[in-house]
């Protein structure tokens, strides 16, 4: 695939994505890096990350493994005094290993919480700041935006959860490649919902549509949605929900005007239709999602800025 072409490191990566997922699941099975059952755990990242670790932190507590939180690297409550604020390990998700606010936290965390470490570079510098480390390079990326490794990530640990991803690696095979429909690559603007773990996933959703089209793009819990939001619905535009629909939303969805996608796909495949949507709609625009505008592939602050 000639690099002169937009996104092709994004195209790449993203129609890899089925495969990769099932190595993630494979791996995941063969390992036991991750807290045990029972453990109080927060879990960290920044931009993609901290919404995959939203996905995991709702999934790994509605199961009944323990009490899991999800901060943004920036703005955790790790060192609080408060009883209620001790966590018995924190599980940090970053594809660079690079980012200045998880490498800090890691770094004042030694020798005092347990920590695990996902990510995608396994040169880099985070490897010698966690205690444990889970290394998904075949799932690493060149493209800005991301996709696989993100989705990797969750799909490893919803496998570590005891949850079947089957359905999302068979779906995903057919959403990566299906063609986008003008009325999808000419829509003014998207709403992605979720519910219980997908809500994250519809925050990552909407971030791609940022970033790669810098187009019009919200997020919301899904029964949040009619609590002021669905005004924006108009013909022209897009809902989209991942996961269960709550009751009711259909026939009012219907009175909008808006496209309401609501496949009854796997969640996550339905957010590697996303990434499917979002390229095409850049390219429609002359934008480039492997180089998008104001971003890097990692954020390093400078300390003395």
Same mark, same amino acid.
């Given at each position: ?14 129609? *890899? ?31 993609? *990350? ?33 009883? &209620?604020? $001790? ?20 770094? /004042? ?11 995608? &570079? ?23 935006? $991301?996709?696989?490794? /993100?989705? *990797? ?21 057919? /959403?990566?490649?299906? #063609? ?54 108009? #013909? ?70």
């Amino acid at each position: 695939m000639s690099e002169n072409i937009l996104g092709a490191f994004m195209e790449e990566e993203l129609v *890899s994505q089925p495969a990769v997922w099932q190595r993630a699941v494979e791996q995941a099975r063969a390992e036991q890096l991750l807290p045990a059952d029972g453990q109080r755990v927060a879990v960290v990242g920044c931009g993609t *990350s901290w919404f995959m670790a939203q996905s995991y932190a709702v999934a790994r507590e509605s199961a009944g493994k323990g009490m899991t939180d999800a901060f943004a690297a920036s703005e955790a409550f790790l060192n609080s005094n408060s009883p &209620d604020r $001790q966590y018995d390990a924190v599980v940090a998700i970053t594809r660079s290993g690079t980012t200045t606010e998880v490498l800090e936290l890691l770094g /004042a965390l030694q020798g005092l919480v347990p920590t695990v470490a996902i990510i995608g &570079d396994t040169s880099s510098p985070i490897v010698g700041l966690a205690d444990a480390v889970i290394g998904l390079p075949y799932a690493d990326e060149r493209s800005v935006v $991301q996709t696989r490794f /993100a989705t *990797s990530a969750l799909v490893y640990l919803l496998t570590s959860l005891g949850m079947d991803v089957q359905q999302a690696i068979d779906d995903a095979r057919d /959403a990566v490649s299906a #063609p986008v429909s003008r009325e999808l690559l000419d829509a003014e603007q998207f709403t992605f919902l979720g519910t219980g773990w997908t809500v994250g996933l519809a925050h990552e959703a909407a971030l791609k549509m940022r970033e790669a089209v810098q187009g019009w793009t919200e997020s919301y819990s899904a029964m949040e949605y009619r609590h002021g939001p669905i005004s924006i619905a108009a #013909p022209g535009r897009v809902t989209w929900l991942f996961g269960d629909q709550p009751d009711g939303l259909d026939k009012d969805m219907e009175a909008t005007g808006a496209l309401y996608v609501r496949t009854g796909k796997h969640p996550l495949a339905e957010l590697a239709r996303v990434h499917k949507v979002t390229l095409e709609r850049a390219r429609s625009r002359g934008l480039n999602p492997d180089l998008p505008r104001n971003l890097t592939r990692s954020v390093i602050l400078n300390a003395s800025a």
